[in-house]
């Protein structure tokens, strides 16, 4: 069975990423692709400036691009990629009609009725879809996968669940690609760090405490514990690094840590990596260049994991355009699929 997908934003950065990801998907066939207003009309080939591999995936080329407009659509999934203020308008749109909308953007991730989704932390969360629709009065819904940045530690603070958190700090070192095509000016950033995401820390404050959070059956209640981000642009094109340090409510060792990672199992889904959490020995990994494409770019690789005078720290790395987006995206609507919600 296939099921036809669109891609809104497709020729951005994390739209590329959804058109190079979907070749070949075992489920998913790319029937339109949608961007600004000035594409609509012409072929996807003569409009993207493709960036993202060598070369443009040859059934990519020929296809029109539509406008952002649900009754130009014909798909079963429409994956958005769009900017949150566009996203905020189109996406609803495309939910009452019918459709079934994985989104990237932040616009509705943090509103009470819409699941914000890592399918192996807090799948069980795709029960708000019957509230959303009903609240609503949609035939279709919107399901949103959490910014780049939180997705890493995210991942890894699931199975640390059980320990008992009392607080997060995080910061991170977060690759150019992060910020869009064509993003951060080469000047600015060559031989040198920003020391400032806008709303990233914020986002990395407030997401996890709702992906981490219990389904009530028609609420989440949020997880309780206290986070702190720090958010940096670093000089590195693709995989978001980041240093954790978690406390606990008890005394926690590192081979338990170590255990607990051991233990998040991946889910029998097209997308899912072999391994969810990777655990890296050697004294000086994770390293984008070399483990950002672990996994295909889905699993997150962990290092250098020890203990503090507070708890335990170490080194998260994940490919922020796969794992943290357009893969995000794509693992949320095979779930959908696999748990028969679209
Ligand atoms: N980059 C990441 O690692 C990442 C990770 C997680 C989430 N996200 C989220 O994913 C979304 C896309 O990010 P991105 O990095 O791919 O951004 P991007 O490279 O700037 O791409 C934006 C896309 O949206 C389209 N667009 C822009 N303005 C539009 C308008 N007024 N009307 C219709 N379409 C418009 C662009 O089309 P044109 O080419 O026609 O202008 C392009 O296809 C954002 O919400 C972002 O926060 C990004």
Redesign the pocket.
């Known amino acids: 069975m296939h099921y036809s997908v669109c891609v809104?934003?497709?020729?951005?950065?994390?739209?590329?990423?959804f058109v190079q990801l979907l070749e070949n998907h075992p489920w998913f066939r790319v029937k339109s692709l949608?961007?600004?207003?000035?594409?609509i009309g012409k072929k996807y080939g003569s409009?993207?400036?493709w960036i993202v591999s060598a070369n443009l995936p040859e059934y990519a080329k020929d296809v029109e691009m539509v406008p952002?407009d649900p009754r130009y659509v014909d798909a079963d999934i429409v994956f958005?990629?769009?900017?949150?203020?566009?996203?905020k308008e189109?996406e609803p749109k495309f939910a009452e009609a019918g459709f079934a909308v994985s989104?990237?953007?932040?616009?509705f991730r943090m509103e009470e009725d819409v699941p914000l989704v890592i399918p192996e932390v807090n799948a069980d969360h795709i029960g708000l879809i019957e509230v959303q629709k009903r609240r609503r009065k949609w035939d279709g819904f919107i399901v949103t996968?959490?910014?780049?940045t939180s997705?890493m530690f995210v991942i890894t603070l699931k199975p640390l669940m059980d320990f008992g958190l009392k607080s997060v700090r995080i910061a991170s070192m977060q690759?150019l690609?992060?910020?869009?095509?064509?993003?951060v000016p080469s000047l600015a950033i060559t031989d040198n760090i920003i020391p400032f995401i806008k709303n990233e820390e914020e986002k990395c404050e407030s997401e996890p405490l709702k992906m981490l959070g219990s389904f009530k059956g028609d609420r989440i209640e949020f997880a309780k514990f206290r986070i702190s981000a720090s958010c940096h642009r670093v000089p590195v094109i693709d995989g978001?690094t980041e240093a954790v340090w978690v406390e606990f409510e008890r005394d926690v060792t590192v081979e338990e840590v170590k255990g607990a990672f051991d233990s998040l199992k991946p889910l029998d889904l097209p997308s899912s990596p072999e391994k969810v959490i990777v655990i890296r020995n050697e004294v000086d990994r994770p390293q984008p260049r070399l483990d950002r494409d672990t996994g295909k770019g889905m699993s997150v690789v962990v290092g250098r994991i020890r203990k503090d005078a507070w708890g335990i720290k170490y080194i998260v790395l994940g490919h922020?355009?796969i794992r943290?987006?357009a893969g995000?995206s794509i693992l949320n609507a095979e779930l959908l699929v696999k748990e028969k919600i679209v």
Not at 8 to 17: I, N, P, R
Not at 80 to 87: E, F, K, M
Not at 103 to 107: G, P, R, V, Y
């Open positions: 809104l934003g497709a020729t951005g950065m994390v739209g590329q990423k949608a961007a600004s207003e000035r594409r409009e993207v400036e952002l958005s990629a769009l900017p949150a203020d566009i996203a189109v989104s990237n953007a932040s616009a996968n959490p910014n780049c997705t690759a690609s992060g910020a869009g095509y064509p993003g978001h922020n355009t943290g987006a995000a």
